[in-house]
């Protein structure tokens, strides 16, 4: 027999597992030496607004059977070597979703990568934060995976009707991901773990007879006729296929750059700007937990999502946490040289002393008419100079400028900063003469405000690390909402985080399976 019972645990009981099945035998209050009692959690979340740390469980008992796995972990593609093809261009989450849902549906996809694989961009993240040098290619935004290999591999999203988020998470699990991904409420992967994840999933493309093709960079399209009949690559090659799914990332500004040039329809959007900001986690433990010394060994690093309304020479604006690292690292995420860029990411046990998140301020066009000039390439215009200044503030290298809160808060330069995870180092400046008068006063406000929030988050122990600018693309590709094929070029399909309606992981990866289902129906099904 099955049965599913609702639990209200401790953590202790919620994570160890001996502990969590004593706890199930003693409330169904059935004697072990009559029955084979087994239970498994199935969803799992934590509710800290007491002074007691509870966990919620929902877990299915087996009384006197055998236990069933979550998923069934089958991985087998059918061949399509010899199938019709499109081109997908970016081996991130939405072009390798993109590519496996194509192999799903029967067509070969060649999936088109400008960095290196997944162990070979090692290499290269390693020369950013020990040698400072940026390959413009291969960083931790550029290269198999995409920016999601290296970042805290967040799976949580709100983007509920674009896809089956259920089948993106088993896609991962069949490729390497644990089964507890299934069970958090909001799950995550670590950045330890994701790089062989990713190799698999290449590996399972190859096997059904996909091709993937790295150290490929897009320098032109093929079009005749508004259609899109495929692209160019650097060495002269011409790739053609069916159609063209572009998953190139919110950083690929070339991509944006020849779009322009060919007159294809692109469009400037919204985005924000901010920085990041780090504590010490055992101090955001405290606040979250209700701690007086430690979490304990059994509930994972806290986090924390923040929010407030700001208003700025009468313009209301936002400002909020994003991609917040419980126990995590800043990194640098610059693509060219003479930018600085920081980004957050974690290990699996998020076992770091650092907590960091971005601290963001919402930035529309009407903020920005001096950048008009530059039509739909003016929100990208205005990222790229910031992240120059940033550079230039951080001494022309991948230091990062930097300032305790308190200090910035006050427009006043901190005479020393705080230990860092940021690998490449730390600059102290004032960030007022980095950022823009309507970010960083708006800054300032939610800082403030946060610190009402959460008693004990407004602190001179911690720190801003400058600039986070990478949230979210500053150019959209506009596409029909139903079709999802770009309205003027047939055969393009802007996918994901680089066309500017996707974000994070799931939600790009669900985005990249919906284009190639578009595509396939559109141009090779009917």
Not at 19 to 38: A, D, M, P, R
Not at 265 to 294: M, T
Request: aromatic fraction near 8%; charge should be positive.
């Amino acid at each position: 027999m099955k049965k599913e019972i609702q639990l209200q645990l401790t953590p202790q009981q919620a994570y160890d597992g001996e502990k969590f099945q004593e706890t199930v035998i003693k409330k169904l209050g059935i004697s072990t030496s009559q029955s084979k009692i087994q239970a498994k959690q199935v969803k799992r979340s934590i509710d800290a607004r007491g002074r007691q740390v509870k966990i919620n469980v929902t877990a299915e008992v087996f009384i006197d059977e055998l236990v069933t796995p979550l998923i069934d972990s089958n991985k087998t593609y059918q061949n399509i070597s010899n199938a019709a093809q499109i081109i997908i261009v970016g081996a991130g989450p939405a072009g390798m979703f993109a590519a496996l849902r194509a192999i799903e549906l029967g067509v070969k996809p060649i999936l088109i990568e400008r960095g290196k694989d997944v162990q070979a961009r090692r290499r290269d993240l390693a020369a950013i934060n020990k040698e400072h040098i940026v390959n413009p290619e291969s960083n931790y935004c550029f290269g198999e995976g995409g920016a999601g290999t290296y970042s805290d591999g967040k799976l949580y999203t709100r983007s509920k009707k674009r896809g089956d988020i259920r089948r993106i998470m088993e896609i991962f699990v069949a490729h390497g991901a644990t089964e507890e991904i299934l069970v958090d409420a909001h799950p995550h992967i670590g950045t330890n773990k994701l790089p062989k994840i990713v190799t698999e999933l290449r590996e399972s493309i190859l096997q059904a007879g996909g091709e993937v093709l790295f150290n490929t960079k897009v320098v032109d399209f093929i079009l005749e006729d508004n259609e899109m009949k495929g692209v160019v690559t650097q060495d002269g090659e011409k790739i053609l296929g069916l159609g063209v799914i572009l998953a190139t990332g919110h950083s690929a500004r070339d991509i944006y750059h020849l779009l322009h040039q060919k007159n294809i329809l692109i469009e400037a959007k919204p985005f924000a700007l901010g920085v990041r900001i780090e504590h010490s986690q055992n101090l955001i433990d405290k606040i979250q937990y209700h701690c007086e010394v430690d979490r304990g060994p059994y509930l994972p690093a806290s986090s924390y999502s923040l929010v407030h309304q700001t208003k700025f020479k009468g313009k209301q604006r936002g400002v909020f946490s994003f991609c917040m690292c419980p126990g995590g690292f800043i990194v640098p995420a610059a693509t060219s040289p003479g930018e600085l860029v920081v980004n957050g990411m974690s290990p699996s046990r998020r076992d770091s002393k650092f907590a960091n998140s971005g601290i963001v301020v919402a930035v529309e066009l009407e903020d920005l008419p001096q950048y008009a000039q530059y039509g739909p390439l003016a929100a990208m215009v205005f990222q790229a100079e910031i992240e120059k200044k940033a550079w230039i503030a951080g001494g022309s290298t991948q230091a990062a400028p930097a300032q305790r809160m308190v200090d910035f808060v006050n427009k006043k330069e901190s005479k020393s900063l705080l230990e860092t995870s940021y690998q490449p180092g730390l600059n102290s400046v004032n960030l007022h003469e980095v950022l823009p008068d309507f970010i960083a006063n708006r800054l300032a406000d939610g800082f403030k405000a946060f610190g009402n929030k959460m008693k004990g988050y407004y602190t001179n122990e911690s720190q801003l690390v400058g600039v986070e600018s990478r949230t979210s693309s500053p150019v959209r590709i506009p596409r029909d909402k139903e079709t999802y094929e770009h309205p003027v070029i047939k055969r393009l399909y802007p996918c994901a985080e680089g066309a500017g309606y996707a974000g994070g992981i799931v939600s790009a990866a669900m985005d990249g399976e919906r284009c190639a289902e578009k595509l396939i129906e559109e141009y090779i099904k009917k």
